[in-house]
Structures are given as C-alpha cells and as structure tokens.
C-alpha cells in the first residue's frame, strides 16, 4: 500500500467524505469544485466573455499571484476576496460542469495539455416536472429514474431531496438559480412485506414506474397541517399546479421565498445517511455517488496540489486541465457532457494564437487525457463474474481498465506512459478487462479520444456495489489516485519528449 502513511490516508479519505457530502447534486459538485478553487486562487472566466489567458508568471512578491482591481495599501481582507494566481482558472456550463486549468510558464501556442476527466453526475431518482401524486391516503412524489442505478437499493432508505431552483425576483422580475438541499429525511420507499410477496428473496426487480414512488405524507396530516397547506391557494402558477403543496412549501422554507417566487426546479432524490470510514480498520469508505466523486475530488486535488507551490508552474511547458462533466451516466450527449463542443471549444480558446493560426492542431498531438472513472473490485462472494487475470483488489493501487473493442480507450502508449508515472511516483497499478461472455461498460475516454484525437488512458479505483445508493471502497485509493494523478501533471510533458508515439 505506497503513497503514504496510515496517517496521510486517512486524512485524504476524510476530505474525501467531506467532498461527496457536500455534493449531493452535480450543481452542489460544482459550486463545491468552485468554492475550493477560488480558495486555491483560481480565477473564473465566463464563456460568453472575451479570455486573457495567460502563462503563469512572477507578480509582485509570488509565483504567479495578482491581486486584481486593488491599490496600495492592501489590507489583509482584500486579499482574501481579490487574490488569484495568474494562469490558473476555470469556467463553468449549466452549473454542472466545469473546467479548471493552469497554464505552465513556459507554454506556448501549439504546446499540449495535460488533461484528467471525471464526471459529476450519479445514478439516482429525480424528481419529475409533473410530480404531484397520491395514492390510498399519501402524499406521493413522482420520480423519474436517472442512469443504470441498483433501484431496489433505494428502498427502505432515509431519503429527501437536493438540487436547484428557478427563482424570480417579484420586484425586478430577474431569475436567478439557487441551490437547495433538505437534510432531513423526508422520503422514503417503503418495500412490500414478504408476506405479501413470498418470492421476493427469489426475485426482486421492482417495476421503476409502479414501485419506486417515494411517499411524502399522509392526506389526513396534511389537511391538518394548515400551514402546510397555504401554498394550494396563494398561487395558482404552473409549478404550484404540477408539485404537492407540501413538498413546495418545504422547499420555500428552504430558499426562504414565497411559493410565487418558484420557477422551475431539478431536484435528485438523495440518501441523508452521509459517508463514512468503516470497517474493523477503518479501512473502507462506506458512501453514496463514490461513482464518480472519488475521480472528481482526486483530479481537482491533484491539480490544485501540482499548481499552489511557489514556482510549481515555473518549468512547465503545457496547460495541466481537469474537466468534471455532467450527463455520463445517460451518455454524454447534452450541452454539457463529455459529448458536446465544450472541450474542443475550451482548448481552442486556450491554444488561440494569431500568430500560430493551427497551435490548436499541433498542441492535440502532444496532448494526453486521463478518463478518470472507477472500476470494479473483485467481489468475494462472486469472483466468478471477474476474469481470473484481472481481478482488482482494494489496496493495491489504481486500475487500468482495457477493451480492445474500444469500450475503454486505453493504448499500449498511454499504459506504458502511466506505468512509468507510476513507478516514479511509487504508486501501485492494477488491470481490469472483462470476460469475453460479459458486457463491458464505458466512460467518457472513447468519447474524447475519437471526437478530438486524444491519447486516453482510462483509469479509475476499485469499487464495490457501484451504482448502488450505497457504494464501497477503500481509503488508500483516495491518496494513490491524487499521487498518480499529481505525477501525471508533473512528468507527462517532459516524459513525453522521450515518448515514440509517434
């Protein structure tokens, strides 16, 4: 188990919990991603914003620190709401995606990126536009299922609900989104006794539009509950009509607006129980949507870690870039997946020149993503669903995930390349590929590599129940992973030198 010390594991896998508790959405997985690379002194850029981008350089007495929109004398408070690092920013899209990158000191137009991919998103049950329902006494919430998740894990859980809300200013009539969480369970879907179902340890596949209903309340307490009620009658708007009274008023008490003041809203339905180590050595991380907020947290580690020390970026001749995208579990293809325009349309920007009219072009060839996502840990209870040679366990490093039929887009290059990174970062490397008589799932590296002609590796830490609402894994892979992923930003550049990829 290299990478560090029990005690630097343990302190890695608790930012870790502390990470996925805050993201409950993948619009709370931004602004949380947001809020530490400001802290990093990352700068924010907007799209529809002309961008100065450039390399990081010495400012006053710092590698790289500016200190925007200030006069002499400074004060200590104006340093923490203006200070940032020259080369170092992100942009945002949908508020579910995000990309971070910090520019080397010695980059120039046409020079590659170094680039790491994870995605924000997680199995889960979301909250459809039209959800009002009720049936035999309840308040029920009508639920739409979201990507491939173990449903019948769902059941009997502590539930609520978190995302984001249209609101509108009645004054100003200007709309503005806000986050929403309710910590309290306030959901839950309930299984049928066995009783009642005398096979259901035989078979139990829940139908997804009949069984996964989540109740919110008896019709009896809410007609006693007065209070509750108002929002029936003080607005007959569009969401009002479409949402139950309860559920509307519990989120206006949330956002501290009137139930008039809600627009629209994308709710996930999440479980209140929070992450947590467990086993006998607390050796394990016990935690919903480590798919793919483990990748997530390390990438955006790794790269915040690579860029804060003085001169860290001094030597470096290509832009170090992590990309978090929404939508990888329904395939990629929205505005703000892995399929659409927006990596391509980041790298251009960054790459433009006008006097090197194809840098975009020539910086692709020397370019190199990780596609960050996890993989599967051999099961003890059923290894024979892993091919004998290629059973991840936990402990013993990273996985290197490999489909000749292009299901993963790792190459012989991009594993020799990693290997070496690995070896001198001293970070263990595993192998998965699947049986030739089982499907085999996909990330977001075959996107990437065939939309912009990437080198890819796909990697990613073993994990058990994945796509459950309650997953597994192990706290050395936290510190492995942003190790290896800290050595890729350092040494990809100048590894690649050296490199016959060509």
Known sequence: MQAGSKHAVQAAAQELLKFVNRGPSPYHVVAECRSRLLQAGFQELKETEHWDIQPDHKVGQGSGCSMAGLSPPFHATDLQLFYFCVGQYFVTRNFSTLIAFAVGGQYQPGNGFSLIGAHTD??????????????????????????????????????SVAGRVIVKDLETGRLEQRLVRVEHPILRIPNLAIHLQHNVNESFGPNTENHLVPILATEAQEALEKEVCKAETSCASSLQNRHSPVLVNLLCSQLKVEPEQMIEMELCLVDTQPPTLGGAFNEFVFSPRLDNLHSCYCALQALIESSERPGALAQE????????????EVGSESAQGAMSLLTELVLRRISASPQNLTAFEEAVAKSCMISADMAHAVH??????????????????????????????STAITE?????????????????????????????GPILASRLGLRVLDIGCPQLAMHSIREMCCTSGVLQSITLFKGFFELFSMLDQGLLSN
């Open 317 to 328: 001749s290509n832009v170090r870039l992590v990309a978090l995208y929404d939508n990888e």
């Open 380 to 409: 003890p209870n059923y290894a024979d669903k892993h091919e004998k040679n290629h059973r991840p366990e936990f402990h013993k490093g990273p996985t290197i995930k490999v489909n000749s039929n292009q299901r993963y887009a």
């Open 416 to 444: 020799a390349l990693i290997r070496e990174i690995a070896s001198r970062v001293d970070v263990p490397l595993q192998e998965f590929m699947v049986r030739n008589d089982s499907r085999c799932g996909t990330t977001i």
């Open 122 to 159: 997680s199995p889960c049950l979301r909250v459809k536009r039209c959800s009002n329902r009720g049936h035999e006494g309840t308040v029920q919430v009508g639920v739409e299922t979201y990507g491939g998740g173990i449903w019948n894990t769902w059941f009997d859980r502590d539930l």
